[in-house]
């Protein structure tokens, strides 16, 4: 299957038209019919670009055949979705996406040194680029999973002076860089953690005609984290990166903004509340609905409010 029959497009056409309108695409990670519904509804009522962003895991859960199941059926609108695999660890890893549909891919070389990175990165963009597909990849290492790598004078940071020959070396498409965003609920212990904006600027003045990738951008709404909390939940100092931050980072050349942990505390606070308001509930989709519901309400309001992706398509 090739993603240009899914109606899909590719992530370097949405990245390009951000980085000369200066606002961002979202990636969205989905890995169910429910997430899926919940982001391409967002994206249609918001006419918004979106990047339908599924990682390995998710890949594996949800099963080739299923993904691209549902995708044959959808009739997205054309020029308004990608298809990006998030994360991809290996060469093998990209090269299976790109055969079963996929319209862009990430590779993750951000662990390895820096010349088995080039090496990777170089090799899966040959191959998609035979299959016209985009690749993002990445530099510097995000704390928390990744950090595993502090040699240069930026720590973990990604080093603005190599990656004018980074891009060149490998022809990426767009690149993820480090300058303080984390994975996951617990990126921030207080509020006066700043994103290292000065850094984003010197790497935007070095590589200016290349789309860049904020990861871990989540600013994890409060107002989920008490909701799960109420109904039975427990989840202890969770703190994201705070919206005003991710809008400035965009000023200054951000223009793919990756969210996961933002849409699963939304989905799961409305499971949380209805789950322990009825007992005796047995349908699933009793509560699936309001989850996509709560999901879909936030993706809009990220589109809107931090993104500026809205009425874009
Ligand atoms: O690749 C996925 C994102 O970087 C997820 O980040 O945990 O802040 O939502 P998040
Ligand atoms: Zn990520």
Do not use: W
């Not at 918001?46 to 998710?58: D, F, K, N, R």
């Not at 953690?193 to 000065?198: A, G, P, S, V, Y």
């Not at 809008?247 to 989905?267: C, G, M, P, W, Y």
């Amino acid at each position: 299957m090739h993603y240009k029959d899914l109606n899909l497009t590719t992530t370097k056409k949405l990245l390009n038209n951000a980085l000369k309108n200066g606002y961002a695409v979202p990636a969205f990670n989905f890995y169910n019919m429910e997430t899926l519904k919940a982001i391409i509804n967002a994206a249609q009522i918001t006419q918004s670009p979106v990047i339908l962003a599924v990682s390995e895991q998710a890949l594996e859960y949800m099963g080739d055949d299923f993904l691209i199941g549902m995708f044959s059926k959808l009739n997205l609108k054309k020029g308004q979705f990608a298809l990006h695999l998030d994360h991809g660890h290996s060469f093998e890893s990209c090269k299976h996406a790109v055969d079963i549909g996929f319209s862009s891919v990430m590779f993750d070389g951000s662990t390895l040194t820096l010349s088995e990175n080039i090496k990777i990165s170089k090799k899966v963009i040959e191959y998609a680029h035979k299959h016209d597909v985009s690749v993002e990849t990445e530099l510097g290492v995000l704390s928390g999973i990744e950090d595993k790598n502090t040699k240069s004078k930026y720590g973990s940071y990604t080093d603005p002076t190599i990656v004018k020959d980074f891009v060149k070396q490998t022809g990426t498409d767009s690149l993820a860089i480090a300058i303080g965003t984390s994975h996951g609920m617990y990126k921030r212990k207080s509020n006066n953690e700043k994103l290292r904006l000065d850094i984003l600027e010197q790497i935007a003045n070095n590589i200016p005609k290349t789309p860049l990738v904020l990861h871990g951008a989540s600013n994890i709404p409060q107002k989920f984290v008490n909701k799960i909390n109420k109904f039975g939940g427990k989840i202890k100092n969770a703190k994201g990166i705070s919206p005003s931050q991710i809008r400035q980072a965009i000023k200054l050349h951000i223009t793919k903004v990756n969210v996961e942990s933002d849409s699963r505390i939304a989905f799961m606070s409305s499971v949380r509340e209805i789950l322990f308001k009825q007992k005796d509930l047995i349908d699933p989709r009793k509560f699936l609905v309001p989850a996509m519901d709560t999901m879909c309400k936030n993706c809009i309001d990220e589109i809107q409010n931090i993104m500026g992706s809205g009425y874009k398509i």
